[in-house]
T-cell receptor
């Protein structure tokens, strides 16, 4: 079953603007991961945040995690046309087998030059 | 370069036919996964394998079969019992279960003739 739900489903912004995507999940987690998928390609791992962490940065990416609200957000600052892709959150449920990732349906981001 | 190679990129299946999708990795990863992605959807887990000669069903294993005879190879067979096989199939691997990022191949797009 799909645990993560991204919001919004689609987002269109101008180059240079910031993009924020949200992910909500239902059960307790070990960690939450964000991935990017360019059209017709495989997923690329962006960032992993553990359940005891609240915020993590990687370059222009900032991820927050609020376990009390069961939600996470991905912020991309100073967006570029090359950031156009679908973004997925994925969670590891400690009760469902530690090798299983459960993915949301994704947010489709379009960055207009 | 280390990575995951999926082949073929495109595959067509006739009625009643079994087809096999190839997935090879040279990352020396123990765990490998197969996912199915339908248009506008997230990834759903078909099968995964933590070690050679062992594999587990995911959420949608019916109509699919796998083998794991070698560490670097995890082929997926889509059998004639899978009545709706048209989808994008993604293979992934990881070194340490759910607490490590997954590395993905570039997918195989399967269609019905």
């Amino acid at each position: 079953s799909q645990q993560g739900e991204e919001d919004p489903q689609a987002l269109s912004i101008q180059e240079g603007e910031n993009a924020t995507m949200n992910c909500s999940y239902k059960t307790s987690i070990n960690n939450l991961q964000w991935y990017r998928q360019n059209s017709g390609r495989g997923l690329v791992h962006l960032i992993l945040i553990r359940s005891n962490e609240r915020e993590k940065h990687s370059g222009r990416l900032r991820v927050t995690l609020d376990t009390s609200k069961k939600s996470s957000s991905l912020l991309i600052t100073a967006s570029r046309a090359a950031d156009t892709a679908s973004y997925f959150c994925a969670t590891v449920d400690p009760g469902a087998g530690s090798y299983q990732l459960t993915f949301g349906k994704g947010t489709k981001l379009s960055v207009i030059p | 370069d280390g990575g995951i190679t999926q082949s073929p990129k495109y595959l067509f299946r006739k009625e009643g036919q079994n087809v096999t999708l190839s997935c090879e990795q040279n990352l020396n990863h123990d765990a490998m996964y197969w996912y199915r992605q339908d248009p506008g959807q997230g990834l759903r887990l078909i099968y995964y394998s933590q070690i050679v000669n062992d594999f587990q069903k995911g959420d949608i294993a019916e109509g699919y079969s796998v083998s794991r005879e070698k560490k670097e190879s995890f082929p997926l067979t889509v059998t004639s019992a899978q009545k709706n096989p048209t989808a994008f199939y993604l293979c992934a691997s990881t070194t340490g279960g759910g607490n490590q990022p997954q590395h993905f191949g570039d997918g195989t797009r399967l269609s019905i003739l």
